[in-house]
């Protein structure tokens, strides 16, 4: 069975800060991997995703990931996160085939102070 | 550009009543999901489904739940019975069925039993 782990539940920085959120999974096979993003009152939104290829994925507002195969993770970063980043991060996996079942860790709380 | 649609947005019931939460996917996407996040938890997957069909459920998709496409646009979920322990946020998704796509969330069912 697939598992997700993300390292931080809750994650305050200052405006400008450069943000790393940790994900590592658990999977025997080949995966596709996800980061989602819930602003307060919103619905899940896709930040980015990887399938295949370049394994540095570039997202939406600045966000990047990288696939590390050999420690099975996919970190979120940010070089200088704004006020507006303040949200919920999801970091899910599902086997290939991107309509295979999600898995999602716990989420990580980013709240940026101004 | 096209969304998932859910409604209510809130529903409150009292144990032991039935619920159907609503949802519309994307127009002309194949596989469906029920996912729930209960507060303070992570996301989790109950049900996927296509081709008018269940095609995975999880452990917590007992028999006080079920699916239904009962025309060609909307997706239910019906929980016969809730029970405390059903409160959470509910969230639908949708799946166009092709490779290198992403499960698209709706904005969630808030159900709050009593």
């Known amino acids: 069975a697939q598992s997700v782990s993300q390292h931080n539940h809750h994650v305050i920085l200052s405006e400008a800060a450069s943000l790393e959120l940790g994900c590592n999974y658990s999977y025997g096979g080949t995966v596709n991997l996800f980061w989602y993003v819930q602003y307060p009152g919103q619905h899940l939104q896709l930040l980015l995703k990887?399938?295949?290829?370049?394994?540095l994925v570039k997202g939406i507002k600045g966000f990047e990931a990288e696939f590390i195969k050999s420690k099975f993770s996919f970190n979120l970063r940010k070089p200088s996160v704004q006020w507006s980043d303040t949200a919920e991060y999801f970091c899910?996996?599902?086997?290939?085939?991107?309509?295979?079942?999600?898995?999602f860790g716990k989420g990580t709380m980013l709240l940026v102070s101004p | 550009e096209p969304e998932v649609t859910q409604t209510p947005s809130h529903q409150v019931t009292q144990m032991g009543q039935e619920v159907i939460l609503r949802c519309v996917p994307i127009?002309?996407?194949?596989?469906f999901y029920w996912y729930r996040q209960i507060l303070g938890q992570k996301v989790e997957f109950l049900v996927s489904f296509y081709n008018n069909e269940i095609s995975e459920k999880s452990e917590i998709f007992d028999d006080q739940f079920s699916v239904e496409r009962p025309d060609g646009s909307n997706f239910t979920l019906k929980i016969r019975s809730t029970k405390l322990e059903d409160s959470a946020m509910y969230f639908c998704?949708?799946?166009?069925?092709?490779?290198?796509?992403?499960?698209?969330f709706g904005p969630g069912t808030r159900l709050t039993v009593l």
């Open positions: 998704a949708s799946n166009p069925g092709l490779v290198n796509y992403e499960q698209f």
């Open positions: 127009s002309n996407h194949l596989y």
């Open positions: 899910a996996v599902n086997a290939r085939g991107g309509y295979s079942t999600l898995t």
């Open positions: 990887y399938f295949s290829g370049d394994p």
